[in-house]
């Protein structure tokens, strides 16, 4: 059985970041947003990653919402590791939202995805529908009358 090829070694001029990066290669499911599109959380630790794009760079964020910039070599050390973890990680949309399920209960409909946090409320199936699409779409919410009233509950628990 072959083994693994050697790691290269942790530049010691920049511990923390060979660590930082080291994690998101080694262990990507410990990773995951804190929020989406700009903030790797690392979740056994709590320490969150700036990850906008790499012309602002690679920030450190603090728990009272202060950044502190990584030095260029660290940067360049982290980065990627972080494009491989957004490349691994990557979820394609389609511009499609996911099929929902549409049902009836006690007079009322109600309209809902297992991909999706959200429940639309209605009076008929449409109304429900709406009320969904409206709560995950913001194409949606565009093109709805501004006088709607909308009923949409989170259906996490």
Request: net charge positive; proline share 10%.
């Amino acid at each position: 059985m072959p083994s693994d090829p050697p790691k290269a070694p942790l530049d010691p001029r920049y511990p923390e970041a060979e660590r930082i990066a080291n994690s998101l290669r080694d262990f990507p499911e410990d990773w995951g947003w804190h929020h989406k599109g700009y903030e790797l959380k690392h979740f056994p630790t709590g320490f969150v990653l700036w990850v906008a794009n790499q012309d602002y760079g690679l920030k450190e964020v603090w728990a009272n919402g202060g950044k502190s910039e990584f030095s260029k070599p660290e940067q360049a050390i982290i980065w990627p590791a972080v494009e491989g973890w957004l490349a691994r990680s990557k979820v394609g949309f389609s511009g499609r939202p996911a099929k929902p399920r549409i049902t009836r209960f006690e007079g009322c409909y109600f309209c809902e995805s297992a991909q999706l946090p959200w429940r639309g409320f209605g009076h008929t199936p449409e109304n429900a529908y709406w009320s969904w699409l409206a709560a995950i779409s913001v194409q949606a919410r565009k093109r709805l009358p501004k006088d709607l009233v909308l009923t949409v509950w989170s259906a996490k628990p």
